[in-house]
Nanobody, 113 residues
Framework: VQLQASGGGLVQLGGSLRLSCAASGSIFFNYDMGWYRQAPGKQRELVATITGGGRTNYADSVKGRFTISRDNAKNTVYLQMNNLKPEDTAVYYC????????WGQGTQVTVSS
């Protein structure tokens, strides 16, 4: 497995979760990494990205609540999610590698009201 996502679960409205995505070195090194999500019946959408240099980008819907970060020593990218809402419920996927070629297996996040 080249991208291994973890950290999803069931949380109440306003709660927090931290997702992790461990990557092999050849995928992670200096490449942009990102998190996407797909809710039932909807298309996969961008949540956040981070460049090899640490520059970040967020979907408007998560700005101020989610934080993407990376630990280059551990080849891992994180998504800290705070103040979660029911509309954040989705399967979350990490993405990375040259041209965004690689996808993780997805981790379910469910926010109950």
């Amino acid at each position: 497995v080249q991208l291994q996502a973890s950290g999803g679960g069931l949380v109440q409205l306003g709660g927090s979760l931290r997702l992790s995505c461990a990557a092999s070195g050849s995928i992670f090194f200096n490449y942009d990494m990102g998190w996407y999500r797909q809710a039932p019946g909807k298309q996969r959408e961008l949540v956040a990205t981070i460049t090899g240099g640490g520059r970040t980008n967020y979907a408007d819907s998560v700005k101020g609540r989610f934080t993407i970060s990376r630990d280059n020593a551990k080849n891992t990218v994180y998504l800290q999610m705070n103040n979660l809402k029911p509309e954040d419920t989705a399967v979350y996927y990490c993405n990375g590698g040259m041209g965004g070629l690689y996808w993780g297996q997805g981790t379910q996040v469910t926010v109950s009201s």
